[in-house]
């Protein structure tokens, strides 16, 4: 019974910590503005290359009719093109334009500065139990 008081205790505090740090990151200021629906489906398709507006809607948990105004907005600017799939014509594949993997490398980068700040500030003692938690929160991660 304790133990289960105790793994809920500490799934709380995981849970608010976690959230408060996803608030956080999402407070900062990006590279090239972007809604956060835009900034998500870029990545995606920066991360597992070129796919349908179907095949990104399921993989941001989206419908496809939410998907169309935010891919509108990408093509928009000029990040995400859309062309024929050469194996069903009927199909439309989309992809990152050269000008959408030039943004995505460069908020990777800012964000990866920032989180390099960050943990310089930590103490030695902090920033080795963290990188020591990494694998144990990227498995946690996949059970989620």
Not at 39 to 51: Q, T, Y
Not at 55 to 66: T, V
Not at 101 to 114: G, K, W
Request: hydrophobic share 45%; no cysteine.
């Amino acid at each position: 019974m304790a133990d289960e008081l105790d793994l809920e205790q500490a799934a709380v505090e995981l849970r608010s910590v976690l959230a408060a740090l996803y608030r956080r990151i999402r407070q900062t200021k990006e590279l090239g503005e972007l809604t956060g629906p835009e900034s998500s489906a870029l990545s995606r398709l920066g991360h597992h290359g070129a796919m349908t507006a179907a095949e990104l809607a399921k993989l941001e948990r989206i419908s496809p009719q939410s998907i169309g105004s935010t891919l509108q907005g990408l093509i928009a600017k000029g990040l995400v093109e859309r062309s024929p799939d050469p194996a069903d014509g009927r199909r439309l594949i989309l992809t990152l334009t050269v000008a959408g993997q030039d943004m995505l490398r460069s908020r990777r980068a800012a964000r990866t500065a920032q989180f390099g700040q960050a943990l310089a500030g930590l103490e030695s003692r902090d920033r080795e139990a963290l990188l020591a938690a990494l694998p144990a929160l990227s498995r946690l991660a996949r059970e989620l």
